[in-house]
């Protein structure tokens, strides 16, 4: 039976077609605007570090917008397949907007994205386009790194504030299948002062929230002696937290936030995943710890490297 030549091509087409529909696709994502603050060198590192993770991919455009030059029209005029935004301040900006992209907002913290996305964690209708790529740690991986310091520890003391309060459920739901209890302390920017005494004589150690308006330049030294004092260690969340005097934690530099992010760009489909929550919690990190404060409170637990292999040991057994 004969083909004729308009017959055929279109049968090439199709199977053609087909073809490209069955091989991976590097990225959804070809044209990416990212939102800085050009004056701020934390956001201008992880920008030229993003840039650097993108470049493996030649059909992927990253261009820039300063965020003191944002507006809604610009950005709109670029149409961007995906929105990047480091800048804290352009968020409630962007968010207001109602855009119809999806948009990445990164370099910030559950409790500070509340600011401007009180919903949170709960946000998957009411703001389905957005992902807020957060510092804070993974509840799971703050537990676990604790039940390894100490096994021994059971009551953990959490102060939050009405900000900070939403990270308090998803510590207490994976408490419930362990022994661990999570004791909570409400409080406020005033009275934290004179509510760690409370926390410290009622915990074996407290777990510390990304929350400046508990742990900020003004609070911390109180907060370190007070609990030193009683003997009760801090799990800390940043690097400067713990070489200040709390006892360890779990923390993830730029470089593999970024990298996190742009594996998330690389792979723009599993972001847009019913399943995919709003937050997002890192996926690379180190473990640190302050070994004078550790010794001083008499604990002895493994060294850093080993407790990150452990943690991800977990992770990848889930």
Do not use: W
């Amino acid at each position: 039976m004969l083909i004729n030549s308009s017959v055929r091509i279109i049968i090439q087409n199709v199977l053609l077609s087909v073809t490209l529909l069955g091989m991976p696709a590097l990225s959804l994502a070809q044209n990416v605007v990212l939102i800085y603050d050009k004056d701020s060198n934390y956001q201008t590192t992880f920008a030229n570090l993003l840039s650097k993770q993108l470049a493996i991919d030649p059909d992927l455009s990253l261009s820039r917008i300063a965020a003191s030059s944002l507006s809604i029209p610009t950005l709109t005029k670029k149409q961007p397949d995906l929105i990047v935004n480091l800048d804290n301040s352009t968020a409630r900006t962007i968010i207001a907007s109602n855009i119809q992209t999806t948009t990445f907002h990164t370099l910030t913290t559950l409790s500070h994205s509340r600011n401007f996305a009180p919903c949170l964690p709960h946000c998957t209708e009411s703001l389905a386009k957005h992902r807020f790529f957060v510092l804070d740690q993974p509840p799971t991986r703050q537990l676990n790194l604790i039940k390894l310091i100490n096994p021994a520890f059971k009551n953990i003391g959490v102060i939050i504030t009405k900000q900070s309060e939403t990270h308090l459920q998803p510590l207490k739901n994976i408490a419930n299948g362990t022994q661990l209890i999570i004791n909570e302390f409400m409080t406020s920017s005033e009275n934290v002062r004179y509510q760690i005494a409370d926390v410290s004589k009622s915990s074996d150690i407290i777990l510390a929230i990304a929350d400046t308006k508990i742990y900020n330049a003004a609070s911390l030294p109180q907060i370190l002696l007070t609990s030193y004092r009683y003997g009760t260690p801090i799990l800390g969340f940043s690097k400067g937290f713990i070489k200040a005097g709390a006892i360890a934690g779990t923390v993830s530099s730029l470089e593999q936030l970024s990298r996190h992010l742009a594996e998330s760009i690389l792979h723009l489909d599993n972001a847009h995943s019913p399943n995919t929550n709003n937050v997002i919690y890192p996926k690379y990190f180190d473990v640190i710890s302050n070994r004078n404060v550790a010794k001083s409170l008499n604990l002895h637990f493994p060294r850093d490297n080993e407790l990150k292999e452990q943690l991800m040991t977990y992770e990848s057994t889930r």
